[in-house]
Antibody
Framework: QVQLQESGPGLVKPSGTLSLTCAVSGGSISSTNWWSWVRQPPGKGLEWIGEISHSGITDYNPSLKSRVTISVDKSKNQFSLKLSSVTAADTAVYYC?????????????WGQGTLVTVSS | DIQMTQSPSSLSASVGDRVTITCRASQGISNYLAWYQQKPGKAPKLLIYAASTLQSGVPSRFSGSRSGTEFTLTISSLQPEDVATYYCQKYNIAPRSFGGGTNVEIK
């Protein structure tokens, strides 16, 4: 059973950089799956941030592309999210998820989510 | 970018009712459409992928269908545990955007 767990600071100052890590257990991040980040502002809907393959190929949401970096660390079986120049609008619950392949490329395993608040 | 328009934004139905939620893509996405259920304070849960394939372990009262660029999630007999927000997501190409969500309540 694949499990994902987000970790990182719950509070980030405006103009700072949000950094989160997603640890994968019960499966290898070097598999053919992709790995994604999704966020949800309080009381609002889901927003796809981006994703990465085991080989480091990335796709980002155009609305966030200039501020987002997703990377993978195979040695630690984890992947990470960095979002720069944050504002209060970036306050959200951040989820990591596993993405399937081809027509099965929906997100079948999710972390529990971690709330990140942007505030001074 | 392809836009996903989900409707209704909320609905209230009685236990045992048949419930239908619709998601329309602004362009063709073939069958690259998933449905998720999200309960308060929890991560989304995959219900259906490839427009109509039921994820393992999901009750058979959930079903999905496609007609052109319109996709439908149907709950054949609404149960109390189905109270949640439901989202569609297109995943043919990036950005893998979500619909706006449908909040389902019991009347």
């Amino acid at each position: 059973q694949v499990q994902l767990q987000e970790s990182g600071p719950g509070l980030v100052k405006p103009s700072g950089t949000l950094s989160l890590t997603c640890a994968v257990s019960g499966g290898s991040i070097s598999s053919t799956n992709w790995w994604s980040w999704v966020r949800q502002p309080p009381g609002k809907g889901l927003e796809w941030i981006g994703e990465i393959s085991h080989s480091g190929i990335t796709d980002y949401n155009p609305s966030l592309k200039s501020r987002v970096t997703i990377s993978v660390d195979k040695s630690k079986n984890q992947f990470s999210l960095k979002l720069s120049s944050v504002t209060a609008a970036d306050t959200a619950v951040y989820y990591c998820a596993r993405v399937g392949l081809g027509l099965s490329a929906a997100s079948d395993y999710w972390g529990q989510g971690t709330l990140v608040t942007v505030s001074s | 970018d392809i836009q996903m328009t989900q409707s209704p934004s909320s609905l209230s139905a009685s236990v045992g009712d048949r419930v239908t939620i619709t998601c329309r893509a602004s362009q063709g996405i073939s069958n690259y459409l998933a449905w998720y259920q999200q309960k308060p304070g929890k991560a989304p849960k995959l219900l259906i992928y490839a427009a109509s394939t039921l994820q393992s372990g999901v009750p058979s009262r959930f079903s999905g269908s496609r007609s052109g660029t319109e996709f439908t999630l149907t709950i054949s007999s609404l149960q109390p545990e189905d109270v949640a927000t439901y989202y569609c997501q297109k995943y043919n190409i990036a950005p893998r955007s979500f619909g706006g969500g449908t909040n389902v309540e019991i009347k």
